[in-house]
């Protein structure tokens, strides 16, 4: 099993560069001193329960991830070292059978200052049904449709502290094309994707791409700001001579605002984005903005849980509700957090458009076991999808997944 970022790194010299060097850096460092290992094996075990009869699609399947972490440093502490790569086996689907460089950097510390380079993730964002701000890294679809998990993605980058602020530079280069399920798995797109991507830029996947945030906080105020130019994670599609659609992507700029406000029992929270298309004829810009709140019960039953409430509003500027999901959707939840040992966990969520009614319910829950396992439940169903929304192609994709993961 080849990761897909080895086949893509033949594509750029700089690439090749950066992740080589960061290689060779690993290799020495993990005889220079106390290397520290841990290590994530997680059992998953998927039901799809709404599959119609005859149509070709499998309704079960088993699956196995590993995901060792390495880390050490050097300099006194100053410079630090992390190498973790993740491989997936899947005994339905081929394209989950797939491997990942998560992360693989070095990142020196120099009183202000912060200096990394080599593969790495980074996360942005506060709200929980929907992470616009969020675009370093491209989405692992393979792993699930909730758009949590993340390729590892090059880097270089130089972080400075300003008291309660940060102003970070991100050099972006190597570009991660998005992977898409089987066309036989029931979480696919309802149409044939072609493994052959189109890019608006002549270099293609090895555009360079760049990416500054300034963040920070002030008394109950947690902020964000951002700027990104370079490849879209989302693509697009066109009409391929083989009949199949081929992913398109195109360039962007955007700008992106994230805050969160923190008061006793609440929390609220904004999202927005104003993403511009360098042709008209590669998408229409727009603005998209997602903004809500949690509200916090303690101590409830005596002690036994805590229970938060969320909602959320989505907002999108875009016409097209058959092709874009949070468009006008309204999103409303519990979250659970119980105080046994266990640790056991709970959220539930239900996202409705309310143009057409379509609603979609997702729980996931998880519960600490043997001491160094977690086990975890994720279910989500669809219903009353309108055919004009975007997740029409999912109205019979109901599933329930549950997994061991294992610490070691």
Same mark, same amino acid.
């Not at 360098?278 to 998408?283: D, V």
């Given at each position: 099993?080849?990761?897909d970022?080895?086949?893509?790194?033949?594509?750029?010299?700089m690439?090749?560069a950066?992740?080589?060097?960061?290689?060779?850096a690993?290799?020495?460092?993990?005889?220079?001193?106390?290397?520290?290992?841990?290590?994530?094996?997680?059992? $998953?075990?998927?039901?799809?329960?709404?599959?119609?009869?005859?149509?070709?699609?499998?309704?079960?399947?088993?699956?196995?991830?590993?995901?060792?972490?390495?880390?050490?440093?050097?300099?006194?502490?100053?410079?630090?070292?992390?190498?973790?790569?993740?491989?997936?086996?899947?005994?339905r /689907?081929p394209?989950?059978?797939?491997?990942?460089?998560?992360?693989?950097?070095l990142?020196?510390?120099? /009183?202000?200052?912060?200096?990394?380079?080599g593969? #790495?993730k980074?996360?942005?964002?506060?709200? +929980?049904?929907?992470?616009?701000v969020d675009?370093?890294?491209q989405?692992?679809?393979l792993?699930?449709?909730?758009?949590e998990?993340?390729?590892?993605?090059?880097?270089?980058?130089?972080?400075? #502290?300003?008291?309660?602020?940060?102003l970070?530079f991100?050099?972006?280069?190597?570009?991660?094309?998005?992977?898409?399920?089987?066309?036989?798995?029931?979480?696919?797109?309802?149409?044939?994707? #072609? /493994?052959?991507?189109?890019?608006?830029s002549?270099?293609?996947?090895d555009?360079?791409?760049?990416?500054?945030?300034?963040s920070?906080?002030?008394?109950?105020?947690?902020?964000?700001?951002?700027?990104?130019?370079?490849?879209?994670?989302?693509?697009?599609?066109?009409p391929g001579?083989?009949?199949?659609?081929?992913?398109?992507?195109?360039q962007?700029?955007q700008?992106?605002?994230?805050?969160?406000?923190?008061?006793?029992?609440?929390l609220w929270?904004?999202?927005?984005?104003?993403?511009?298309f360098?042709?008209?004829?590669?998408?229409d810009?727009?603005t998209?903005?997602?903004g809500?709140? +949690?509200?916090?019960?303690?101590?409830?039953?005596?002690?036994?849980?805590d229970?938060?409430?969320?909602?959320e509003l989505?907002?999108?500027?875009?016409?097209?509700?058959?092709t874009i999901?949070?468009?006008? /959707?309204?999103f409303?939840?519990?979250r659970?957090?119980?105080?046994d040992?266990?640790?056991?966990?709970?959220?539930?969520?239900?996202?409705?458009?309310?143009k057409?009614?379509?609603?979609?319910?997702?729980?996931?829950?998880s519960?600490?076991?043997?001491?160094?396992?977690?086990?975890?439940? $994720?279910?989500? #169903?669809?219903?009353?999808?309108?055919?004009?929304?975007?997740?029409?192609?999912?109205?019979?994709?109901?599933?329930?997944l549950?997994s061991?993961?294992?610490?070691?």
């Open positions: 099993m080849v990761p970022i080895a086949r893509g790194m033949t594509r750029g010299r690439f090749r950066l992740l080589g060097a960061a290689a060779l690993f290799h020495a460092l993990s005889f220079a001193g106390e290397v520290a290992v841990s290590v994530a094996m997680e059992l $998953e075990l998927q039901a799809f329960v709404s599959n119609p009869a005859g149509s070709g699609r499998h309704d079960d399947n088993f699956a196995v991830s590993l995901e060792p972490d390495f880390r050490g440093d050097f300099d006194d502490g100053n410079t630090l070292w992390r190498f973790v790569p993740f491989g997936r086996w899947d005994s /689907d394209e989950r059978r797939h491997g990942d460089i998560r992360e693989m950097y990142l020196h510390v120099m /009183d202000d200052w912060e200096f990394l380079a593969v #790495s980074v996360f942005w964002g506060v709200a +929980e049904s929907r992470h616009l675009i370093i890294n989405t692992d679809h792993e699930g449709i909730d758009g998990d993340k390729l590892g993605q090059p880097m270089l980058s130089v972080g400075r #502290s300003f008291g309660q602020s940060t970070t991100y050099v972006l280069p190597g570009f991660r094309e998005r992977a898409f399920l089987s066309a036989d798995s029931p979480l696919s797109l309802p149409f044939a994707v #072609s /493994d052959d991507p189109l890019y608006e002549g270099k293609g996947r555009h360079m791409d760049f990416a500054v945030r300034f920070g906080y002030r008394d109950v105020l947690d902020y964000g700001v951002s700027w990104f130019r370079g490849t879209s994670r989302e693509a697009g599609f066109v001579m083989d009949g199949r659609l081929r992913p398109f992507y195109p962007i700029e700008f992106g605002l994230d805050l969160q406000i923190t008061t006793e029992s609440w929270k904004f999202e927005a984005i104003r993403r511009t360098g042709h008209r004829a590669a998408g810009d727009f998209a903005a997602v809500g709140f +949690e509200y916090s019960f303690y101590g409830l039953r005596d002690g036994l849980f229970l938060g409430l969320l909602a989505h907002y999108d500027s875009r016409d097209d509700s058959g999901l949070f468009q006008d /959707d309204v409303l939840g519990m659970f957090g119980f105080t040992v266990e640790g056991t966990e709970i959220l539930a969520g239900t996202v409705i458009d309310l057409d009614g379509s609603q979609s319910l997702r729980v996931e829950g519960r600490r076991m043997f001491n160094n396992a977690r086990l975890g439940l $994720e279910a989500q #169903s669809f219903f009353n999808v309108d055919p004009g929304n975007a997740s029409y192609g999912l109205r019979n994709s109901d599933y329930a549950l061991l993961k294992w610490y070691f």
